[in-house]
Nanobody
């Protein structure tokens, strides 16, 4: 059974930084690609970033690239999302998701999901 748990959400200020973390249970973590999605109130879930199984492949949405870094530690079974230069439009519930195949930007491709962590960015 694969379980994901996000942490690190909370309040941030525009221009500031936040670091989210996703802890993944189970022995198969290194076989899984991990992605972050977010969902703002009243909007559809949006892809943010993803990392491949070894961490050698990373991918970012246009809305966060150049100010966001996704990284994974296979020994700790965690994937972090460092977001800098925060904007009020980054306000959303952030979810991490896992799949046994390669990187994908489509939420429907992911089998396993965390419960989400709320991020609120004030202007």
């Amino acid at each position: 059974q694969v379980q994901l748990a996000e942490s690190g959400g909370g309040m941030g200020q525009a221009g500031g930084s936040l670091r989210l973390s996703c802890a993944v249970s189970g022995q198969l973590f290194s076989s899984m690609s991990i992605a972050w999605f977010r969902q703002a109130y009243g909007k559809e879930r949006e892809y943010v970033a993803a990392t491949g199984r070894s961490g050698g492949i990373t991918d970012y949405s246009d809305s966060v690239k150049d100010r966001t870094t996704i990284s994974r530690d296979n020994s700790k079974r965690t994937v972090d999302l460092q977001m800098n230069s925060l904007k009020p439009e980054d306000t959303a519930v952030y979810y991490c998701a896992a799949r046994f195949q390669g990187v994908s930007r489509h939420s429907s491709d992911f089998e396993f999901w965390g419960q989400g962590t709320q991020v609120f960015v004030s202007s």
